[in-house]
């Protein structure tokens, strides 16, 4: 699998799992207000090393907050807690499915 699959695979994978979590927490976000920070969260990541993951993290929290006008805390922080969760579920799914 080439790199640029594999970042197709997680963007994919983090929003679906955040628009299954905006359902779960109640949240009221459409697919647009989800989508364009989960891809800027991804783009960001890709910054080599922790400061690429600690700069996504703000991305996202940044955009959701700007995107869907929910608090920070606890909507949008239970939000992409939730989010994650989800998304490691559905990788290890798609990684034991590949075996």
């Known amino acids: 699998m080439h790199a640029w699959q594999l970042w197709a695979t997680d963007v994919a994978l983090t929003i679906l799992s955040m628009w299954l979590a905006s359902k779960l927490t109640a949240l009221p976000a459409s697919l647009r207000e989800i989508a364009i920070p989960a891809m800027a969260a991804a783009l960001v ?3 080599p ?6 700069l996504s993290i703000a ?4 955009l959701l907050r700007r995107f869907t006008e929910a608090p920070l805390f ?3 922080a239970l939000m992409v807690v939730v989010s994650r969760a ?3 579920l559905m ?3 798609l ?3 590949a075996v």
């Open 45 to 47: 990541a890709l910054i």
């Open 49 to 54: 090393g922790l400061a690429g993951w600690l």
């Open 59 to 62: 991305v996202l929290f940044g």
């Open 74 to 76: 606890p909507d949008i």
């Open 86 to 88: 989800l998304w490691l």
């Open 91 to 93: 990788s290890m799914s």
């Open 95 to 97: 990684l034991r499915a």
